[in-house]
């Protein structure tokens, strides 16, 4: 199980490559997604009730029986969406090259050198 998942928030954009999908469009935010959710569970199941429509808000009150544990753990419980990013080893270019970050002379280095002291560069 991978434990790298982060809940996203309801403003955060997804676009997903394929998999069947609760929204129209392959891109959409969490709130349109959990708002998809809501109108396929109500052509189930009809109309959601409180009870039924806190799977998408605050949560359901519920206890849990984890494998070893002694005794239930009361709580809530609510669908989210989570993320995980791929585990890609992108390195700087200049990294890449032996060459620390600190260490490289970019262009704009002059213009910006100018700006400091007060010089405007000539944009003739």
């Not at 676009?15 to 998809?36: K, P």
Request: aromatic residues 8%.
């Amino acid at each position: 199980m991978n434990d790298n998942f982060k809940n996203l928030e309801h403003e955060d954009v997804i676009t997903v490559y394929s998999g069947q999908i609760f929204v129209s469009s392959r891109t959409f935010t969490v709130d349109e997604f959990i708002a998809a959710m809501m109108q396929a569970t109500k052509k189930q199941i009809g109309e959601l009730t409180d009870g039924k429509e806190d799977w998408f808000g605050e949560g359901l009150d519920c206890k849990i029986l984890k494998p070893g544990a002694k005794s239930w753990q009361r709580g809530k419980v609510r669908l989210t969406l989570e993320f995980t990013p791929e585990n890609l080893d992108v390195v700087d270019a200049n990294e890449a090259n032996g060459l620390p970050q600190s260490k490289i002379d970019s262009p704009l280095d002059d213009i910006r050198q100018k700006m400091h002291s007060g010089n405007q560069p000539n944009n003739s």
